[in-house]
């Protein structure tokens, strides 16, 4: 009589969710923290964007699909923009920071770990609740987790611009595209 022993190996989807709640409770938990790890300088900061970028982009391997430079990517791609400039714009002077390179880097690496994350990693698990529900979801995050960092009253803005970063991945089927116009965002903040 042959015995067989099978090991016990978690079906692939388990391994999957297990990793995607873990990752979407280390960005919350980052994000809502970030106060505390600003009070310490740009290492941790930097450290713990590199690492929700990393983590989201890996979770979206293979699932999403790679961008080409098309209407559907541009045309998004330039209202976004747009609209940061104009908002730049009509917002006036904000008060003077000391920029450097380092500090430039670190705005454009965090647009572009938040953008991984919320109309990356995030939007695609909403998304199959429909588009709507994942571009309102998605933005409403965005804002809520800013809350910690710049107080209740950016909010309102941050909900716009939720808004606006999530219907440029909808509209353009990629989350690079956000992340672009989000980077511009950061690096004309800080270079007022």
């Known amino acids: 009589m042959t015995t067989v022993t099978t090991a016990r190996h978690p079906a692939p989807g388990v391994r999957t969710e297990t990793a995607a709640y873990a990752l979407g409770l280390g960005t919350v938990l980052f994000l809502l923290l970030r106060p505390v790890f600003a009070a310490r300088g740009n290492a941790p900061l930097a ?55 380092g500090i430039v880097v670190l705005n454009v690496g965090a647009a572009v770990a938040e953008e991984a994350f919320f109309r990356g990693f995030l939007f695609a698990r909403l998304e199959p609740w429909g588009v709507g529900v994942a571009v309102v979801t998605s933005a409403a995050a965005f804002a809520l987790l800013h809350v910690p960092l710049y107080g209740m009253a950016a909010f309102p803005v941050d909900l716009g611009a939720g808004l606006l970063l999530s219907w440029q991945r909808a509209a353009s089927g990629t989350w690079t595209v956000p992340a672009a116009t989000h980077a511009v965002a950061n690096v004309l903040a800080v270079l007022r």
């Open 47 to 101: 450290a713990g964007y590199l690492a929700i970028g990393a983590a989201s982009v890996a979770m979206l391997r293979g699932s999403a699909r790679p961008a080409t430079v098309s209407r559907r990517v541009l045309v998004p791609l330039a209202v976004g923009t747009l609209a940061v400039i104009v908002a730049r714009l009509v917002a006036g002077p904000a008060p003077a920071l000391p920029v450097g390179v």
